[in-house]
């Protein structure tokens, strides 16, 4: 551990935004498990009546380095986190971890996962549940197959087709991502790590996996699992719209474009023709010849595999750009937006 704890001196401040929210039984035991390389810790009191104010006010009288943050209504836990990024910044913090209140996550590891962040190797990291076998055997099976779906929709949605575990709300970001990212667009419920994704990747973020363990207790998620699965995918599929508009069709219009477009066209002119004829020839009841049937048939197949070839070509293209490219990027941005007036919190 001193080992570590040299390694990270000098680096940077390390920060943790932990959101609260019901958890005046659980606070006390992740602040105090925050290791002392970290500088700052913000809580952010997201309004709840379970008597978490209190107790947070007295954890900031015995540890100097609390920040309080109370938000002036229930924002939910990307409300809340946005609050605690913007807090954190103010305060000088170089990379920024979030740890949730109900201690699912143990915050001893908080700098591991700040530590790519502070080296310059990554704008955001998010830590990966699904790294260990073993871990994963711990997980309750209703998690682990939600997780599952959800994975693949965020992968559709943020382009980061390298992360495995995209739901998971143990993440480190650096201050300068912070700046540039329109925290007040972000989603503000528990959207929020999936859409922090999408909006990284429009700016050609640098985002890695960290292996971590997560511990599961007696504790009770206030997510609605059939309100996750009736909302996430049309966001899911709202930003991936958005992403392959302006990925493919604004910033950059190539070969995987004309593949995306190509096959829209074709896979929609042979799903109407052929749904036409088969609905003619029900009325006439006469079969449709072998002609028409190719007719409908060839341009769905074509169609298809254009929109495989592209999907395949979004697949292999990494938005983790090098690290030229990207410091060039993100000095540009950072110039921009501290032309910018301050925005309200």
Known sequence: MNDHRKE??????????????????TIGDVVSSVPPEVSIIVLVDDRSDDGQSEVMAKLSESDNRISLVRNAQNLGVGGATVAGYRRAVELGATAIVKVDSDGQMDPAFAPLLARPVLEGRADYVKG???????????????RLMGNAGLTFFSRLSSGYWNISDPTNGFTAISADAVRI???????????????????????????????????YGDEKSNL????????????????????????????N??????????????LTFGLVFGIFEWVESSRTGMPATAGTVMLSVTPVLVG???????????????????MNSRASSLTVLLKRDLKRPPKET
């Open 181 to 215: 990212l329109p925290l007040n667009k972000v989603n503000e419920r528990y959207f929020f790590e999936s859409d922090l994704l999408f909006r990284l990747n429009t700016f050609g973020a640098l985002v890695i996996d960290q292996p971590m363990e997560a511990i």
């Open 224 to 251: 609605s699992i059939t309100h996750s699965m009736l909302t996430f995918p049309l966001l899911h599929l709202r930003n991936f719209t958005k992403r392959v508009v302006y990925n493919y069709i604004l910033r």
């Open 253 to 266: 219009f190539d070969v995987a474009s004309l593949s995306l477009l190509g096959g829209l066209l074709l």
């Open 304 to 322: 298809f595999q254009l929109l495989l070839s592209f999907l395949h070509y979004d697949i292999s293209k990494n938005p983790n750009q090098t």
């Open 128 to 142: 990966n549940r699904f790294f260990d076998i073993e871990s994963v055997r711990s997980m309750p099976l209703l």
């Open 8 to 25: 990270i001196e000098g680096t940077g401040k390390i920060a943790v935004v932990v959101p609260c929210y019901k958890c005046s039984a």
